[in-house]
């Protein structure tokens, strides 16, 4: 077993949810991932979600709580915990229990074959799986807004709003990639726009995999889907045919 990775998770009161999810993780990954790594960066969650991450990380060695007080967002999270991570091989995903740890050996292992990217889909196969009324608007809803951002962004991919992703850590290298990463769940899609624009990856280097994305748990939604899902088209049009800040070669990831 010659691979490893790095798991990235962003929390914001999230003290229901995660020693649940850290144990499944650790669970999971164990047995299959030669070297891992789960980095957990707090906003300064008020229901004590740090300070049981610090308590967590005593019977798990390899669980690294960070704390942010500034500049707080799960874009400016995720970018803190890539810049902290140490492996080749990075899984982003979210701390709700929606994404099922059981998939990133998978994952992994597609990084591992020559993949750049490996990017989940909940779209796919999605007709496999029982909704209701309420379920079935959202789904619907959901799968309109990543196909507007698909044709916007000319990227080929068809879930750009997942925040359930594995990339090698090495296309970041290029350029400081640090101004994607803001706001709430626009990054990925930035990100794949900028990737591809900027031809640092190419269609034969990503992968889309289906997935079942499951009800939260103990977390309600956070944001309103109608005004989300205008806020990322909008952010879309703006990253296509608006001004493009320039990225810089960083020295390192900043």
Not at 129 to 153: A, D, H
Not at 201 to 229: C, W, Y
Request: hydrophobic share 40%; glycine share 4%.
């Amino acid at each position: 077993m010659g691979n490893s990775c790095s798991v990235i998770l962003a929390t914001y009161n999230d003290a229901e949810n995660i020693e649940v999810l850290v144990e499944k993780l650790v669970g999971e990954l164990k047995s299959k991932v030669h070297k891992f790594e789960i980095i957990v960066v707090d906003d300064n969650s008020p229901d004590g979600t740090f300070q049981k991450l610090l308590m967590l990380s005593q019977s798990y060695q390899m669980l690294r709580p960070v704390l942010r007080r500034f500049d707080k967002g799960l874009g400016p999270s995720v970018w803190e915990g890539i810049r902290a991570a140490k492996y080749r091989n990075i899984v982003v995903m979210e701390s709700e229990l929606s994404h099922c740890s059981l998939e990133i050996p998978e994952m992994i292992s597609f990084l591992e074959e020559g993949k750049q990217i490996v990017w989940k889909n909940r779209y796919a196969n999605s007709d496999k799986v029982s909704k209701t009324p309420e379920q079935y608007v959202k789904f619907l809803f959901g799968r309109t807004i990543n196909y507007l951002l698909k044709k916007i962004l000319a990227i080929p991919v068809s879930d750009s709003t997942n925040r359930f992703f594995a990339f090698r850590r090495e296309i970041l290298n290029s350029a400081n990639f640090k101004y994607l990463f803001k706001g709430y769940g626009e990054f990925p899609f930035l990100l794949l726009s900028t990737l591809f624009r900027k031809k640092i990856v190419q269609t034969k280097d990503i992968i889309e995999l289906p997935f079942v994305h499951r009800r939260v748990v103990a977390s309600l939604s956070k944001t309103n889907r109608l005004m989300e899902g205008i806020s990322y088209l909008f952010i879309a049009l703006v990253a296509r045919f608006g001004h493009s800040p320039s990225i810089k070669k960083p020295k390192s990831l900043e």
